[in-house]
């Protein structure tokens, strides 16, 4: 069964995370909110497995912590 | 008032036991004479049981009410015998538009499964759909006891029976029964007078039906509009039934006032903007309502049955009320037909409870999903909602996150207690629990269609296309099996050879189209065992008698008649 992927597996992480504050650099707090939106549901779609999605809503639903895998 | 149709009025009629001393003993009784109550009235009767059926108005639905029936439900109906009227009646369509503020956003086809008798569902007032099931009923008057215009007033509910009392305009009787099946919808007085509940959601949400009447043509589409100019912030659902008449579903919130909205002049404008300044039309009905999402801890209680809204309600995106309900009712009759003939242990009860919780809870997860996405709880809920109606106009996958309700399907009993065994290799959709498939069949050289041969009745579905061996092993077999089952017939997909053919209650169907071979998985030898409400018992690669007659007493809940709570009378008589 597939597993959410937590060691690296961008293929250019710095130029994703430059990417993506650059896609909210100066807009406002509204407009970000949709960009993020939509931006779930995009990748949750390329996703597309349900047990990966849920353990990724855990994880980010937690606050503050170690990033553990759900025994399932 | 409706112009498109005229409730009928059924006759009241002095009961019989207004004239005795005696209190009348019946098997069973039946309150409310609505969808629930009259299909289980039909199906029992087909099933040689007869009831008293009690209603306290005369009439069917007054105004439109459930009006989509999907194709499960219509499978029920042409077992019970009268999904043709229905099926003359209804609209069907297969086209959608969704629209969000401005501007259409996409558009959808249905495109139904071909080889199906049933269409995937038809639009259908409830007045309708009332007064066919009644003419079903009367049909069956020799097994239905009809009484509108009697109103239960007591109940007394007992392990073994249950006593009433029925108040007419002549006077109050008595009644017992071994059973009552309470259909007496979504706010059950019967399920008041015991105390009992139905717990679940209240959707703080008003919405206003409105049934008008397009004086031009208008097409046969579903619309559903999310936060329209013409009524911002809220949905709006339009869609076709019989007469020319359309059901326009408003979202209205909380703070409406119900009275000030059903007032015609309130509800002209919004139609207007709606459809667009130069339609004509008529107002023919309109109604507020809120709705629920409950259910009840437990359908039983002692020999009182609970069915249709009165056991579980649901918000209608979906359509899963009226549908749910004939899905109840079709699961008791037959079984209850068994147990009182002696057929079934008493314990077989309790599979309606554990079946049909699974169906109810099925039922309201997937109609509080639509609610939650039509009105959305919160203001990132609503954000992720406009966020995916606006992906949705340019990107296919979003689409099937936009939730106006779903279709209507029918509950598979994963899990049930009489289930049998399955097998490998056989299609995952027609495992045991689930409702069997239609499928086009050639019968006595005409055309015919599967799910007519199945129900009422256990039936064996063989696949009989073996050699001529394997055909006069089988049918030694299978003919001992025939005579000690009397509750069992025969369909076997052919050619066979004809020492098959030649075995009692037994019919001969060829797979012209091959859509039963490819739909049922089957091979040579192989077969289903289908249960009376036409849901798969079990099925087998290599089926032989022995294992069909620990299938079918599986089916029948043998297994369980030791587990059941021995407390009351010992044995076979404790249930619920």
């Known amino acids: 069964m597939p597993r959410l992927e937590l060691n690296p597996n961008f293929t250019d992480p710095d130029a994703f995370y430059a990417a993506l504050t650059e896609a909210h650099r100066e807009r406002s707090e509204a407009e970000s909110e949709r960009i993020n939106a939509r931006l779930i549901l995009l990748l949750a779609n390329h996703v597309g497995d349900q047990g990966v999605l849920e353990e990724a809503l855990t994880i980010a639903a937690q606050a503050a912590g170690p990033a553990q895998q759900q025994p399932r | ?576």
């Open chain 2, 1 to 576: 008032m409706p112009t498109t149709y005229n409730n009928p009025v059924y006759p009241y009629r002095r009961p019989p036991e207004l004239d005795s001393d005696e209190v009348r003993h019946c098997p069973v009784v039946i309150v409310g004479a609505g969808p629930s109550g009259l299909a289980a009235a039909i199906d029992l009767a087909q099933q040689g049981i007869e009831s008293v059926v009690l209603d306290d108005n005369n009439t069917v639905s007054v105004g439109s009410r459930a009006i989509c029936f999907a194709k499960r439900t219509l499978e029920i109906l042409d077992r019970l015998g009268c999904a043709q009227p229905m099926l003359d009646k209804g609209v069907t369509w297969q086209h959608g538009r969704v629209f969000f503020q401005e501007r259409e956003v996409y558009d959808f086809n249905l495109l139904p499964e071909a080889g199906h008798r049933a269409p995937a569902f038809i639009n259908l007032q409830q007045y309708y759909f009332e007064e066919y099931l009644v003419d079903r009923a009367e049909a069956l008057a020799e097994r239905i006891d009809l009484r509108w215009l009697h109103k239960v007033v007591e109940v007394e509910a007992r392990p073994e029976q249950t006593a009433i009392t029925v108040t007419t305009q002549d006077g109050d009787y008595r009644l017992t029964c071994d059973y009552l099946l309470v259909a007496d919808g979504a706010n059950s007085r019967i399920r008041d007078m015991l105390g009992l509940e139905s717990r679940g959601q209240v959707f703080q949400d008003r919405f206003l039906i409105a049934d008008v009447i397009m004086k031009a043509d208008f097409p046969t589409e579903r619309w559903f509009w999310f936060d329209p100019p013409f009524h911002p912030n809220q949905s709006v659902l339009l869609h076709r039934q019989p007469d020319n008449v359309w059901r326009i579903d408003f979202q209205l919130g909380w703070d409406a006032d119900p009275e000030e909205e059903k007032k015609e002049e309130n509800i002209r404008p919004r139609v207007q903007a709606m459809l667009g300044e130069e339609v004509e039309f008529d107002l023919e009905w309109a109604s507020v309502y809120t709705f629920r999402c409950r259910k009840m801890d437990d359908f039983i209680h002692h020999r009182v049955v609970f069915m249709g809204d009165a056991a579980h309600q649901v918000s209608p995106f979906g359509a899963r009320g009226a549908n749910g309900a004939l899905q109840s009712t079709e699961n008791l009759a037959w079984k209850l037909a068994r147990i009182l003939k002696g057929q079934a242990p008493e314990a077989l009860l309790a599979t309606y409870n554990t079946e049909r919780q699974l169906g109810a809870a099925e039922n309201i997860l997937n109609s509080t999903r639509a609610t939650d996405f039509i009105t959305p709880k919160s203001r990132v809920s609503r954000l992720f909602r406009d966020v995916t109606l606006e992906l949705a106009e340019h990107y296919p996958f979003a689409r099937r996150l936009v939730n106006s309700g779903r279709l209507s399907l029918p509950c598979r009993y994963d899990g049930s207690p009489l289930n049998g065994p399955d097998a490998e290799g056989f299609p995952a959709e027609l495992r045991p629990g689930s409702p069997a498939k239609d499928a086009p069949v050639r019968l006595g050289g005409k055309e015919a269609w599967l799910l007519n041969r199945f129900g009422n009745r256990f039936v064996l579905l063989l696949d009989g296309r073996v050699d001529t061996a394997r055909a006069e092993a089988l049918a030694a077999e299978l003919g001992e099996l025939l005579a000690r089952q009397d509750d069992l017939d025969l369909v076997i997909v052919g050619p066979a050879p004809d020492a098959l053919g030649a075995l009692p209650r037994t019919t001969l169907v060829e797979d012209t189209q091959g859509l039963v071979g490819e739909r049922y998985g089957l091979t040579a030898g192989g077969g289903y065992l289908l249960r009376p409400d036409q849901h798969v018992a079990a099925r087998w690669r290599e089926l032989s008698a022995s294992a069909v007659d620990d299938a079918l007493a599986r089916a029948l809940g043998a297994h369980l008649d030791t587990t059941t709570d021995a407390a009351t009378q010992g044995g076979r008589h404790a249930t619920a």
